[in-house]
């Protein structure tokens, strides 16, 4: 039995859903903890495209067990859609189970994440607009409505009267807007809850049930470290903790449970939304990993910025998920640049900084020092070995595991399940 975290080291989009889709053949549970629909998960399967915002990727596995955790917060409607799609595309839903203390993403959350980024003005997170942040502001002044809430009818009404007031006096006194009616907000949640109640349940009593059964668990993380909110770049940060130790209480395991850490790493920076991003390149290089990497948002379509390996992040990453091994992602779209970039240290004034500063306002300040690696013209799309790989794309994995002290196990040289190199002992 060993149970293990996938975690993203970077701002999210590290092509975890990739990395999970794989580690996931080896584990017979597959949880989420954290984070909402902000997240996008592409995975191809048998050459067909899922795109997930929350439902795990375990799901493409039908006789896996998939869980959405309590630490979530949810979109009872996105998520019904997301399992309709599934459903169309013929995935089973009966090893799916969903906790009743996942807090739900509510209609004024969405519109309080637009208003709130609108009054910030100059200072904006560029968030999803998914409503993320402010569900997570209700459940941390205890008036969040629970998936639990859903099954009983009148608790919910009772909830969702009283948040509903508090809401509505907001949204018309501090931003003059229309109120939600009750009635029309309830009815269509009871709704969706009718249709998720058959999911719906204490979820860590399962999973300690299974974890004493001997079975596989993986956790899977959304978003990634730079964007947690007390280890990432605050405040351009998500809502919730992305971190490794944050599986235990987003999912009930106690944290002496987790045997593995794996960090998931592109094999250059990318980011969306605002915020400091050291080694960003707004020229032609970092525009040709864009084109290459396809580095648009599943969530949002936006455009990401792309730059170059930040080792000093990665180094931080690693130190606060307690990361055990490395997936490398995305080797393949570093070619056709002569020389890679990769930032070694940062210079401020005459210092030079080999860790990441703490103080995100020194992070905006900085200036990378890069260590300049030879580039590839070959397409690495069908290596399959270490060794098939060019001696400068080894020479790439080689520095950052001597960097970092930590081994690169998997090598992701394409978008496809196979297209993946496995090194030492990844399972
Ligand atoms: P929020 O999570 O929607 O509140 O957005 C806060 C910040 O996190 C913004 O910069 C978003 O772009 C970023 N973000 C949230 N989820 C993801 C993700 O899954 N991938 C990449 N960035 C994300």
């Not at 090893?95 to 637009?114: M, T």
């Not at 993380?221 to 770049?233: C, S, V």
């Not at 397409?379 to 400068?392: G, K, M, Q, S, Y």
Request: net charge negative; hydrophobic share 35%.
């Amino acid at each position: 039995m060993t149970v293990s975290a996938v975690i993203g080291t970077q701002w999210g989009d590290e092509g975890k859903g990739k990395v999970v889709d794989m580690m996931a053949g080896q584990a017979q549970v597959i949880v989420r903890f954290q984070g909402g629909n902000n997240a996008g998960h592409t995975v191809i399967a048998e050459g067909e495209k899922f795109e997930l915002h929350l439902i795990p990727s375990g799901i493409l596995y039908p006789e896996k067990k998939t869980v959405m955790g309590g630490g979530m917060v949810v979109d009872p409607w996105s998520l019904l859609e997301e399992i309709d799609e599934l459903r169309q595309k013929n995935i089973s839903f009966d090893n799916f189970f969903l906790s009743d203390c996942a807090h739900l993403v509510l209609p004024y959350h969405l519109i309080l994440d637009q208003l709130e980024e609108e009054m910030r003005a100059s200072q904006k997170l560029g968030t999803t607009s998914r409503g993320i942040g402010p569900a997570y502001v209700d459940k941390a002044a205890r008036r969040g409505l629970r998936m639990g809430d859903l099954l009983h009818r009148e608790r919910l009404a009772a909830r969702l009267q009283a948040a509903l007031s508090y809401h509505n006096n907001i949204l018309e006194k501090a931003f003059g807007r229309e109120p939600y009616s009750y009635q029309e907000l309830f009815n269509s949640l009871w709704e969706a809850g009718q249709r998720l109640a058959p999911y719906i349940g204490s979820t860590t009593l399962l999973l300690d049930r299974w974890r004493q059964e001997g079975l596989n668990i993986l956790f899977e993380g959304a978003q990634g470290t730079l964007l947690d909110i007390d280890h990432g770049t605050y405040p351009y940060v998500t809502s919730s903790n992305t971190v490794a130790g944050a599986a235990g209480p987003g999912a009930g395991l106690g944290p002496g449970r987790i045997d593995r850490v794996i960090g998931v790493t592109k094999a250059y920076q990318t980011r969306v939304g605002e915020g400091p991003f050291p080694t960003e390149d707004p020229g032609p290089e970092g525009d040709k990993l864009r084109k290459d990497g396809g580095e648009y948002g599943v969530t949002t379509g936006r455009p990401r910025r792309c730059g170059w390996l930040d080792l000093p992040l990665l180094r931080h990453a690693c130190r606060v998920n307690g990361v055990d091994w490395l997936a490398l992602t995305k080797i393949d779209v570093l070619r056709g640049h002569p020389q890679i970039r990769v930032a070694t240290g940062y210079q401020v004034g005459e210092d030079k900084l080999e860790e990441m500063p703490t103080d995100t306002d020194l992070l905006q300040k900085i200036e990378p020092v890069y260590e300049m690696l030879p580039g590839w013209e070959e397409d690495l799309i069908n290596c399959r070995t270490f060794e098939d790989l060019p001696a400068n794309a080894q020479q790439y994995v080689q520095f950052i595991e001597e960097q970092l002290g930590l081994p690169i196990q998997l090598i992701g040289v394409g978008p496809q399940r196979q297209q993946i190199i496995t090194r030492g002992d990844w399972q």
